[in-house]
């Protein structure tokens, strides 16, 4: 099984830090943001890895290397500019093959089992399903979440199975996906995630599950503080 981690972005909320350090280097607990997805990964067995860059990208290469280092083996996706998140997926098709592949926010902090992910690419060939989300609690900068689930389906806003007072989640930026989801978007051309998602959805082609773990967006500096302590505090 193979792994995109998402490390293009220009990280404009975390500025000045960003400014000379692409957004998934930014240090935690002792390490990368980016190193921590990629350690929890190998010690679940995947070592496959691609991980896209556009923003200061050749610091993400000299770091991480081929990842031998990690006991991974690390392929690179280079962007000129950020292509978004299905633009940047469509883009490292090549090198993500023809199977179910992951993709992982490279900016995100979460315990998520990994190990898992092999057994819900099964599932999700047995479905006929396009993707597997995993969702999480709605955190305080986004109140409102990202999509519904129930009974272990993504479901549209108007699906009929909704109950008053059900909530909807906030997608995690961990999913599994059927390579020919992407496959219509030209390589190099920018292409959102969220509509091809939505479509999907309303299809009734989308699993998901809500992880119920730590989960951390690490979009602002505060929040990166906020997670490095709690990752010092852990540790010690």
């Known amino acids: 099984m193979r792994v ?3 490390a293009a972005g220009r990280g404009e909320r975390m500025r000045p830090l960003t400014d000379h350090t692409p957004k998934p ?30 923003h200061l990208g050749a610091q993400i290469e000299q770091t991480l290397g081929d990842g031998s280092q990690y006991g991974a ?15 940047g997926i469509a883009n490292a098709l090549p090198l993500l093959g023809d199977d179910i592949f992951v993709v ?11 190990a898992r992910l092999p057994e819900l690419a099964a599932q999700m060939q047995r479905n006929q399903d396009s993707a597997h989300l995993v969702l999480v609690d709605n955190p305080e900068h ?8 129930k009974a272990g389906r993504v479901l549209p806003t108007n699906d009929s199975r909704l109950a ?27 292409a959102p995630l969220a509509p091809l998602l939505r479509e999907q959805i309303a299809l009734g082609k ?25 990752l010092r505090e852990i540790s010690t």
């Not at 935690?28 to 890895?49: D, M, N, Y």
């Not at 083996?73 to 633009?87: F, K, N, V, W």
């Not at 986004?142 to 689930?149: A, I, R, S, V």
């Open 25 to 54: 280097l930014l240090q935690a607990g002792g390490k990368p943001l980016i190193v921590w997805h990629i350690e929890r990964l190998v010690r679940a067995g995947i070592t496959e890895l691609v991980i896209n860059h556009a």
């Open 164 to 190: 008053t007072g059900d909530l909807q989640l906030t997608f995690s930026g961990i999913g599994l996906y059927q390579s020919s989801l992407f496959a219509a978007i030209p390589r190099g051309s920018k």
């Open 104 to 114: 992982v926010n490279g900016d995100t902090f979460c315990d998520y089992d990994f």
């Open 142 to 149: 986004h109140p409102h979440g990202d999509f519904f689930l």
């Open 206 to 230: 989308v699993g998901g599950e809500h992880h119920r773990g730590l989960w951390i967006d690490v979009g602002t500096p505060q929040r990166l503080q906020q997670l490095d302590q709690q």
């Open 73 to 87: 083996s690390i392929h690179y996706s280079p962007e000129e500019t950020a292509l978004e998140t299905a633009g």
């Open 4 to 6: 995109m981690i998402l």
